[in-house]
């Protein structure tokens, strides 16, 4: 487009030229004008970076990754670089999901898979990250598309399926395993999975699959009526699993019984998902990095501006019965795991004679003490901190439904009920 | 059963309960809750029928009974409102209760997700989390759909988001 522009100047000067007439001067000065106009316009378009070896740390207007290498340079994080190696599986790419796959792009992070099933709708540009040119692509495809602009060097892998199904959530679980990318990887072929679905189902399906896979994975959730929110780190056999206990939820203060709901079904605010993607994406950064605290549960109520965190031991009567095997295998370990608290805490005081002893960023070794399989989380409300509530009851208590009658009878053929079905359907009403 | 209005809550009580907790990745435990899901939905069909209200028909749409179509309808000032309906067992059924969906409504009342899927009262969720694993297909059409229908149809004919099929002929369908 530039040089086409930069010709028609060229046939317009020689036009100029061959009138003499001085009146015509001031006319062809302003189309020459706007003519160059447009071309510092198609100068200025679309520029994509290419793809860079390495993480440098060389402070230039040139390199994307200065300002993250810096962190090492302030002995913030000891190695940033090996954020390239890492695969995080973002779950939902809605106002939270899209974000914190942004975020995660921009640091640079190794691999990106993406799984969504929902296409982009103006009804969503409330929210951050889509555009709204991007209407009517699936919000992987878009996410891609974006994020790909962004940084190049992210590989990126989009799974535009629904999870809950039987068909998606076998997808969902073998790309979880797929290990092309990192093979030396111990376990799955991720390194941490972040829900950001918008409901409880999604969720129970992202538990059942990290379950399964003994891979630790990061809630997070933005309440109906968009005041709150918060995040929760799952670690299988070690940590609260999603079905231990009824989902934890920030109260909003807000009664519900004065919330009105008629004619919707939720609200949101780019504030409130932005906050949530943000506490997210950060304790995956300290997660995967190895600094700072990485919390277990974190809250955040928006018109209180107040944060409760607390910590969720695993249930023993788990009605998830992956879960209960991961529980056992966590017990079965904790000698290996003493002896290697134990190693560590040596090694501190050798070297605390050379430096101060700093602040202890293994978040997943305790202190060795009986305490450690203690309290275990019952789903009862009364040890929840002040503004967190369970969001639905714990399945053993039965509202005391009087039955007419059960419906199990392991003679009962399967056949034979589903034609007893489809006659009563054939049936006029 | 704070919340559910006196039929609603009368009919639930009359359909079977069920007993085995069991998903579609669970072998022959999900046959035997297929077996259960069935007996549920008979004596729920029947029941119907015999009160003069019939409302849906639902079938399984694949041998392995994960996905389920059919029809439901509603009569509203003498006509009838007819649609179709499907949803999916979910991977983590019955801890979670099948998503409902009414694909023709999509888009048309916000009453509802993307997919068409209808959105539940605050009361749905908790009475299926407590009664896991006893409620069923059965069950979760009487308290979500049902409902749903009552309230919806209504409003969406009467802002003229819906027309009837045949308009201004007699319905003899009905
Ligand atoms: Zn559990």
């Known amino acids: 487009m530039e040089t086409e522009l930069k010709e028609i100047l060229n046939d317009l000067k020689s036009l100029q030229n061959s009138f003499s007439d001085p009146s015509l001067h001031s006319q062809f000065d302003k189309i020459r004008c706007r003519i160059e106009s447009l071309v510092s316009l198609a100068k200025s378009g679309p520029m994509h970076r290419s793809k860079v070896k390495d993480m440098s740390a060389e402070v230039v207007d040139s390199n994307p990754y200065s300002r993250l290498m810096a962190l090492q340079r302030m002995g913030i994080v000891e190695n940033y670089e090996r954020i390239r190696q890492f695969s995080v599986a973002v779950v939902g790419i809605g106002g939270v999901g899209s974000v914190a796959a942004e975020m995660l792009t921009r640091c640079g992070i190794g691999r990106l ?9 103006l009804a969503n540009m409330n929210r951050l990250f889509f555009r709204p040119e991007q209407v009517g692509m699936t919000k992987t495809e878009a996410a891609v598309q974006t994020l790909s602009d962004i940084n190049p060097d992210v590989v990126f892998e989009s799974y535009t399926m629904n999870i809950t199904t039987i068909q998606g959530f076998e997808t969902f679980m073998s790309s979880l395993q797929n290990k092309s990318f990192n093979p030396n990887k111990e376990g799955s072929g991720v390194d941490l999975v972040l829900s950001c679905v918008d409901n409880y189902e999604a969720r129970m399906v992202v538990n059942q699959a990290c379950n399964e896979l003994n891979q630790t994975w990061m809630e997070s959730g933005v309440s109906e009526n968009a005041v709150s929110g918060h995040i929760q780190l799952l670690v299988p056999g070690e940590t609260a699993c999603f079905a231990c206990a009824p989902p934890l939820v920030v109260a909003s203060g807000v009664d519900e019984r004065t919330l009105k709901r008629e004619g919707v079904c939720a609200a949101s605010l780019p504030t409130t998902m932005g906050v949530v993607a943000g506490l997210l994406v950060q304790n995956t950064l300290k997660y995967l990095l190895k ?3 990485v919390t277990s549960y974190l809250g955040y109520n928006a018109l209180k501006d107040y944060f409760p965190t607390m910590e969720m031991k695993p249930n023993p009567q788990c009605s998830n019965s992956a879960c209960l095997k991961r ?3 966590f017990i079965l370990a904790k ?8 190693t560590k805490i040596e ?3 050798l070297s605390s ?14 202190v060795v003490d009986d305490s450690e399989f203690g309290v275990t989380n019952t789903g009862s409300s009364d040890v929840l901190p002040e503004g967190l509530a369970h969001e639905l009851p714990s399945a053993d208590g039965y509202e005391n439904l009087p039955a007419s009658e059960e419906t199990s009878n392991p003679l009962d053929d399967l056949d034979d009920l589903r034609k007893q079905l489809e006659t009563l359907n054939a049936e006029k009403s | 059963m704070e919340g559910w209005d006196p039929t609603t809550k009368s009919t639930l009580t009359q359909i079977p309960l069920l007993t085995t907790k069991a998903g579609p990745r669970d072998g022959a435990a999900w046959t035997q809750r297929l077996k259960e899901e069935y007996k549920a939905l008979i004596a729920y069909t029947s029941m119907n029928k015999s009160n003069d209200n019939d409302w849906f028909r639902i079938s399984a749409a694949n041998p392995e009974g994960t996905r389920w179509t059919g029809k439901c309808w509603y009569v509203h000032n003498l006509l009838k409102y007819e649609f179709d309906l499907q949803f999916d067992i ?5 801890a979670t209760a099948p998503e409902l969906e009414l694909p023709q409504l999509d888009g048309k009342t916000h009453k509802m997700y993307r997919g068409g899927k209808i959105c539940l009262t605050v009361h749905f969720k908790p009475l ?9 297909i059965a069950h979760a059409l009487c308290l979500g759909l049902a409902p749903w229908l009552a309230a919806e149809i209504p409003i969406l004919v009467d802002s003229g988001m819906i027309k009837h099929k045949d308009d201004a002929a007699s319905s003899s369908e009905v």
């Open chain 1, 113 to 121: 898979l993406l799984y969504d099933y929902d296409k982009v709708e």
């Open chain 1, 291 to 293: 600094f700072g605290q």
């Open chain 1, 327 to 329: 529980q056992e295998e």
């Open chain 1, 335 to 342: 000698p290996a795991r003493d002896a290697a608290a134990r």
């Open chain 1, 347 to 349: 090694a501190e005081a």
């Open chain 1, 353 to 366: 004679t050379e430096s101060p002893v700093h602040a202890d960023n293994e978040w997943n070794i305790s």
């Open chain 2, 90 to 94: 979910p991977v983590t059924y019955p």
């Open chain 2, 128 to 136: 299926w989390a407590k009664n896991c694993p006893r409620f069923g």
